[in-house]
């Protein structure tokens, strides 16, 4: 009896222990089953209705199907159609004028306006709010404004022009001229989307150490070398964000295409979403516009670790 007493009484503080441990293990269960209640609506409505389609279109990007008729499989058809469909290639080098003239433009934009607002000026506030109101007014009514103002024949833009001096025959056409519609567009992206990222170079500049500017102070640094070696480079995780955005905003451009020129004239305003788009929607040839989505899906993730790796090194 006594050994027995004596077992016992030992094994109680192991007892002990494993119930603590079965305890704590049903308490992580416990919350990870809370967390994940919490994500799983979030994550399902993704998954049906972002992934599930992603996935969907790169299994149709290999076959024939207009919406209506059984799929049949088309192997690397839609693939070799590319190179032979000259809108594609017209909208691919689109695509690539309107990011590599855009993200400059609309970057060197927001930081002019976030270095300028970023003083102590008359009417800051209303002068930030100003530029951001672009980016979250109606594209509709913008875009008819935009029309508006750059209509060739009677457009304030036009009127200006003819004021300082410019011959009539040599106004441009602005969405309506094959050779500048393009300009248009790229003005009204850069226009529509500077104030967002200004807010977001506001708050890297509002993160800058001021010691750092009082150093460069005292070792008599004029504006343009504190911007060129204090501003610039302390916004370098900044200027990498928005940089990666704009490239992945502007490769992916559609509603102010279709808002202002639907592509043309011609095919000088045609890019890669609003190809995919008439192939989608009115063509109705479902395989050929999701291998132009494969593409374009593969060139913007391409850029984007090409940016990542660059980063990484510098």
């Not at 060197?108 to 102590?120: R, S, V, Y």
């Not at 056409?173 to 003005?187: C, E, F, K, P, Q």
């Amino acid at each position: 009896m006594m050994a027995n007493s004596t077992i016992a009484a030992g094994d109680a503080p192991v007892v002990t222990r494993r119930r603590k441990v079965v305890s704590r293990r049903r308490r992580k269960v416990q919350d990870a089953l809370v967390a994940y209640s919490f994500i799983a609506p979030n994550f399902l409505g993704f998954a049906v209705f972002t992934l599930g389609p992603i996935l969907f279109a790169f299994v149709l990007a290999f076959m024939h199907w207009d919406g209506s008729n059984a799929m049949t499989f088309a192997g690397l058809d839609n693939f070799w159609r590319l190179f032979e469909d000259k809108a594609f290639i017209d909208a691919f080098w689109n695509t690539i004028i309107y990011t590599v003239v855009s993200v400059p433009a609309t970057l060197a934009c927001a930081l002019g306006l976030a270095i300028l607002l970023n003083q102590k000026i008359l009417g800051r506030d209303f002068f930030r709010t100003a530029m951001f109101f672009p980016y979250v007014a109606s594209l509709v009514a913008v875009a008819v404004v935009w029309n508006m103002i750059f209509n060739p024949e009677m457009g304030p833009v036009n009127m200006l022009l003819y004021t300082l001096g410019l011959d009539p025959k040599d106004m441009p056409g602005w969405a309506a001229d094959r050779h500048w519609a393009m300009v248009t567009v790229i003005l009204f992206g850069v226009w529509k989307s500077m104030g967002y990222f200004m807010v977001i170079y506001l708050a890297g500049l509002q993160g800058i150490n001021s010691e750092l500017y009082e150093a460069a102070d005292l070792d008599g640094a004029n504006a343009w070398q504190k911007f060129l070696y204090v501003t610039v480079p302390q916004l370098g995780p900044t200027t990498f964000f928005v940089t990666v955005m704009l490239t992945i905003q502007s490769f992916k451009v559609f509603d102010q295409i279709y808002m202002i020129t639907q592509g043309g004239p011609g095919t000088s305003t045609l890019v890669l979403v609003y190809h995919i788009y008439n192939e989608a929607f009115v063509s109705w040839d479902l395989g050929y516009s999701s291998m132009i989505a494969l593409v374009l899906f593969f060139l913007v993730l391409g850029i984007t670790v090409i940016q990542f790796r660059r980063q990484k090194e510098d």
